[in-house]
T-cell receptor, first 114, second 111 residues
Framework: DAGVTQSPTHLIKTRGQQVTLRCSPK?????VSWYQQALGQGPQFIFQ???????QRGNFPDRFSGHQFPNYSSELNVNALLLGDSALYLC?????????????FGPGTRLLVL | GESVGLHLPTLSVQEGDNSIINCAYS??????FIWYKQESGKGPQFIID?????DKRQGQRVTVLLNKTVKHLSLQIAATQPGDSAVYFC??????????FGKGTMLLVSP
């Protein structure tokens, strides 16, 4: 039973560039959430996808966008990268958009913006 | 072990001791709580969860206590081992909202 997987593991970009991060949810899960984790901080919610639609969004600018595919995998896109976007980007999956549903995290993609 | 400003609180214990990590949550409407363990360079790993209709739940070597009156959550780790060294996060959720994480507590276990 595969857990949550993310790619790439590490990425280096320069300011102004665009980046796409990928996530495959845990087998049987249909909901994907994305988080940004700055060094020494807890994860901050970016958005959540269910049935290929963005269902909830945190306090992140429109430069952050996403997509969910029919197989439940998801992408996070960030445009016009800023130095402050350097962080660990985490994907978490869960089953159904219900309350009290445990989210399982992937290993993350570490993004460095120079 | 509660979060204070931008500094990550640290709890240092000896191997074999019991550890208690505390968390103060902010939303009185939160009805679901999770503890995660995050090792360096890895994603958060689920440890244990508790629903608001409970005040205690036990797992293998771990116990979570919930005090809704004072909005306090704690994680107790019995017979702490060096492999328990990590950053521990509590997370809360109200209804269909998403998880809100605390700032975390670093647990250092000395052999």
């Amino acid at each position: 039973d595969a857990g949550v997987t993310q790619s790439p593991t590490h990425l280096i970009k320069t300011r102004g560039q665009q980046v796409t991060l990928r996530c495959s949810p845990k087998s049987g899960h249909d909901t994907v959430s994305w988080y940004q984790q700055a060094l020494g901080q807890g994860p901050q919610f970016i958005f959540q996808y269910y049935e290929e639609e963005e269902r909830q969004r945190g306090n992140f600018p429109d430069r952050f966008s996403g997509h969910q595919f029919p197989n439940y995998s998801s992408e996070l896109n960030v445009n016009a990268l800023l130095l402050g976007d350097s962080a660990l980007y985490l994907c978490a999956s869960s089953l159904k958009l219900t309350s009290q549903e445990t989210q399982y995290f992937g290993p993350g993609t570490r993004l460095l913006v120079l | 072990g509660e979060s204070v400003g931008l500094h990550l609180p640290t709890l240092s214990v000896q191997e074999g001791d019991n550890s208690i990590i505390n968390c103060a949550y902010s939303n009185s409407a939160s009805d679901y709580f999770i503890w995660y363990k995050q090792e360096s360079g890895k994603g958060p790993q689920f440890i244990i969860d508790i629903r608001s209709n409970m005040d205690k739940r036990q797992g293998q070597r771990v116990t979570v206590l919930l005090n809704k009156t004072v909005k306090h959550l704690s994680l107790q780790i019995a017979a702490t081992q060096p492999g328990d060294s990590a950053v521990y996060f509590c997370a809360e959720r109200a209804g269909y909202s998403t998880l809100t994480f605390g700032k975390g507590t670093m647990l250092l276990v000395s052999p």
